[in-house]
């Protein structure tokens, strides 16, 4: 049979065909381009006008980058070295750097001090953002809130000291104590904490000295990029455990502590940050002592912190109720009592899952520091809007500017939500 | 034999009130309740001596007197004559005008930007995944200030479309883009017999109702045909009709035209005149809220698994009929929630209208009411429950919407 196949055919091929390349519209890029951009004659039309858009902003935008001027004294001169070219006047940037991060009256000899602040402040939350980081680093992230006290506003050093050592007083009784009994370890450290405070405020008050070593600047010459800043950070970082607090009141099952809780949530996620900020502004002084002076960025920060645990507690509440509720049977069967359940088993893990949501109220708070500009504080924006597009020289100078503020906080709100989701895939252990 | 015992009744001592659960969370609250109460009596306290001490009272008579200051923009009939009140009706409105427009517009922004960043199309995609990450990370504020920039610093004075040889004309004849804001034709009606502008509203909201009784009925209509053949009636067409049709007699009767805006002395006047601080705002919160909008459809959408899409496929369903009866009432329960938690945002944010100059509520009862009377506590007060009954009316609803759709779990 195959014998007389081989005779009767002419031609038998006795190795194998050597492998060909794809034709040319199935390999490499011809490929991509045909599945990714012209599938279909919509596809088409779509990577057409997606490809004139990005050209029309394009041809916009890089030319007036690129013929910027860096060096000039005022908008005028920017345009006489321009010549009539399209082009950004990027002078004020420069000329107003310190203006736009530390505001106009913060004093220029004492810059180093918010930058100092500002790197310590990168090291302090290293541990906290990065888990492989030395455990260690954390003492230092506990002190340095009041390094960062004592560099921004100066002062006696004493006043730092003492709220420092009322805070490790309070953590001493509550480590010890703690462990028996919570609510004795709690309240027991609450009261060390104000004894401690309370002593060292006066002895603050006996040996103030008559020219402390770092000048003290008042809150209400900080300004600038910095005020948001120290306003995102410091709400965001006090409101996060106001936040738990809020959260598991929510769900406690005592009425009354529920009921506060619910109407405290709802009524702040119920007005706008605007009215909040008027509170602080026109209104919050009347709740204070008459003869006691709150300053108004207290007041702001007494607001904004307010503000955002409530966002972060209905965040956390969110956590809490995807718990399954094994893990709160298996912690009761355990003979664990309220406190202990939550620090070891429930909040680690309810946390866990409300990371990502935390993150954007956080990133969401950030954005929202600059709506204290409309209560005339000198923010990024403030300070934009105000001195310096009043000024003479740069008097319509809008575009470098308010993009400017904008990269700016591009930045900073992109770069924390890329971390949130590195964070979230590290942490994606479990079976959900 | 049994180990379990009842507690032993009786025999209350202090101690149990901390130690035994039974007691315990009595405690809690009464602790609670004393602490809450001492520190709204102290706030109050605080707040009645510096009362005093200002010369000052909680008294709301102020909304009577005559407000005594303009308002550009205004959609009922006020003057500087009007009473403060009515300076707050004309924000609220002013408010809940730019949050309507702003929430139609982010639908929009939103569900198109959502929708192309699931497409195929690789230049697309990237596209609108750069729009949705750079204006979810720059405040609302700054774009709100840059869109009001552009209006009033681009945009040509009404100057400039005067003369033989003008720098500036009207777009399609009929639209002009000032500085001063952006003047569109209006509808007028001629007929004299409408004359009556509450009548012709009910006029047209009963033709409306009326539609949509029609295309309710022949969309039953057309159920009950394919119950019976199998086939389902082509009825797009029919309902395009029943909606345009009567509607359109009716405005035909009515007699309505365009006024067209045009350039008289040193600004243009007929038609409707939109304020640049209402397009800064209303596009501002559009395209900045779009974005989040844009991210809560594409959740929703990728939520639905695909195996859904092709089970509907493989029962033998058409690609529209897989979106529509499948995959959108499964994706919708993902993406309302959020999306109306949005329009909550947008109303919220509307409040930053201050910061253009536009006069929603938050500008004219806090803001020049609040100046101009000194009355900080009244003014912020009613200002929060303004925005407290928005919100929680929404929120009302949007807990109807979510019990309506909620899995039900036997």
Redo the contacts between chains.
Sequence with gaps: MSDTHAHSVAFVRKEQIPQSPPPARQTGASKWLR???F?NWV?TL??IL??W??YLILSAILPWIFNGVWNASSLSECREILAGKTGACFAVLTERWNQLLFGFKYPPELYWRPILCFFLMLVAVAPVLFFDLPRKMLLFTAVFPFVAFYLIWGGPILTPIVALLGCAAGYVIFDRYGKESF?AGFFGGIVGAFVVWIIGGLVVDLVRPENPMMTPVPSRDLGGFMLNMMLGVTCVSLSIPLGIVLALGRQS?????KG?CVVFI??I???????LL??AS??L??????DSTVDLFLRVVIMITMFSSAYIAEVIRGGLAALPKGQYEAADSLGLDYPQAMRLIILPQALKISIPGIVNVA?GLF??T??V??ISMFDL?GMI?GPILASTEWN?V??EL?GF??FL??VV??GI?QYSQWLERRLATDHR | MTTITDPPKGQFRVSML?SDTRYR?LT??AI??FV?IVAIAY?AS??V???E?AGLNISYEFLGNPAGYDINQTLIPYDSQSPHLRAAWVGILNTLLVAFLACMTATVFGVVAGV?RL??????SK?MAVYV??F???????WI??IF?IMT?VLPSPRAFRGDDPTSTMVLGSMAFTNRGVYIPGPQLGNPLFASVALNWVLVLLFLVGSWFGSHALSKWAHAKQEETGELPTTWYYTLAIWIVPAGILLTIMGLHWQIPELKGFNFSGGIKIGGPLIALWFALSIYTGAFIAENVRAGIQAISKGQTEAASSLGLRPGRVMSLVVLPQALRVIIPPLISQYLNIT??S??A??VGYADV?ATL?GIT?NQTGR??EC?LL??LF??TI??SISAVMNVYNNSVKLKER
């Design positions: 599945e990714n951009l599938s596809n779509l990577t997606a490809a858009a990005i609510a099952d005592m009425p009354l502590i506060i709802e009524f996620r119920g007005v706008p940050l605007i009215t008027f509170v026109v209104m002084a009347y709740f204070f002592p008459p990133v954005k929202d600059t709506l500009s409309v924006i809007r319509g809008y575009w308010l503020a904008a906080f591009f709100c992109y939500s | 901390l969370s809690f609250q609670a309740l809450l706030l605080n707040l001596r510096n009362l001490a192309l497409s195929n199309n690789w230049l697309i596209l990450e750079i979810r990370n720059i405040p609302v504020l700054i200030i840059i920039t610093a919220k944010n409040s930053l201050i910061a938050t806090g609040l900080a506590i912020v200002l929060m925005y407290l919100s929680l």
